[in-house]
């Protein structure tokens, strides 16, 4: 809904105002507990390695940190720039709201808290590790948000639950998949696609900010304007893209092939072509043999001497098309 509808004051006062009661200890719990139940889910979807628990708080806290600058975009886009341009259409003005700013600035401050974070990490090794960090800098994200809300709503905790059930699930989502395009950029980047990587970063990103922002319009447009029609699409909107990202084989699969073993074995593939190129280089031209054409079976999980083998096998066959 945007960081900016949080009353900051209202938030530390209330909290300092109840603080030595039960009922600040509900509400915190109220805020963190959903967002922590959810990381706990993704860390145990990961059926391999492990993610290190250091680097996991690592990524938590740069989501937590990424409020920051996200919610001084949003300020700078809609107390500035938004109500200077004096939009009237209610559709128009919620559009730019939540699509150009609120989920520009969310996403966009998320993804870059991932990349720094955890892209050059060694133990980023699976694809399936893209989903895991790309949640849990945006359950970091979701958790400082969600005890915000809670603190400055009145409705306590019936404001917690509400969120526990539509925000934090809705900021998982949005998490996982960036997480796979994040994990799939990563895999391209491993076999020397670095054009294909780059293209699968920003899928991911562009994809995170469509959903996040189909999430706002339809709340702020049934609430604001009463169009009550955008609640029904809101739901069903919610239970596809749930299901979508936790039943669907597509995201099942991303954790079948070590990158490192992709990233040894494309070496070994560019060494064993230039050795080919060299020795025929004065029969006839051979013929290019693209990384790409080494394809790797997702069913199979490739030790490096298997990839080795596989590609070995590719390459006597161009040598034999290029033989005298």
Not at 128 to 156: H, P, R
Not at 179 to 190: I, M, V
Not at 204 to 209: D, E, H, K, Q, V
Request: aromatic share 12%.
């Amino acid at each position: 809904m945007g960081l900016l509808s949080v009353n900051m004051p209202m938030v530390l006062s209330r909290s300092l105002s109840v603080s030595s009661g039960a009922d600040s200890w509900l509400l915190l719990a109220g805020a963190i507990v959903p967002p922590v139940i959810l990381l706990v889910y993704i860390y145990m979807r990961d059926p391999h390695e492990k993610e290190p628990i250091g680097l996991l708080a690592k990524l938590f806290f740069l989501g937590v940190l990424s409020c920051i600058p996200a919610a001084l975009f949003e300020y700078l886009g809609q107390d500035i720039i938004l109500k200077e341009s004096g939009i009237k259409e209610v559709h128009l003005y919620f559009f730019i709201l939540c699509f150009l700013i609120i989920a520009l600035a969310e996403e966009g401050f998320k993804y870059i808290m991932l990349y720094l974070g955890s892209w050059k990490s060694k133990y980023f090794n699976y694809r399936f590790d893209g989903i895991v960090y790309s949640v849990f800098v945006s359950l970091g994200f979701a958790t400082i948000e969600n005890v915000m809300y809670v603190f400055n709503s009145t409705g306590g905790m019936s404001t917690a639950i509400a969120r526990a059930l539509l925000s934090i699930p809705g900021h998982c989502t949005f998490g996982i998949y960036m997480g796979y395009y994040y994990g799939q950029a990563k895999y391209r980047e491993a076999v020397g696609d670095i054009q294909g990587s780059r293209s699968q970063r920003r899928t991911g990103i562009i994809t995170a900010i469509i959903l996040h922002g189909i999430y706002d319009f339809c709340l702020m447009v049934s609430s604001a304007a009463r169009e009550y029609i955008f609640i029904g699409v809101f739901f069903i909107f919610i239970i596809v893209l749930s299901s979508t990202a936790t039943i669907t084989p597509t995201f099942r699969e991303v954790n079948t092939i070590p990158i490192r073993t992709l990233r040894m074995a494309t070496a070994h593939i560019s060494r064993r072509t230039a050795t080919v190129r060299h020795r025929h280089t004065q029969a006839r031209p051979t013929p290019s043999l693209s990384r790409r054409q080494i394809q790797f079976r997702p069913q199979e999980r490739y030790s490096v001497a298997a990839a080795v083998q596989r590609a070995d096998r590719t390459l006597f066959t161009a040598q034999a098309a290029v033989s005298p």
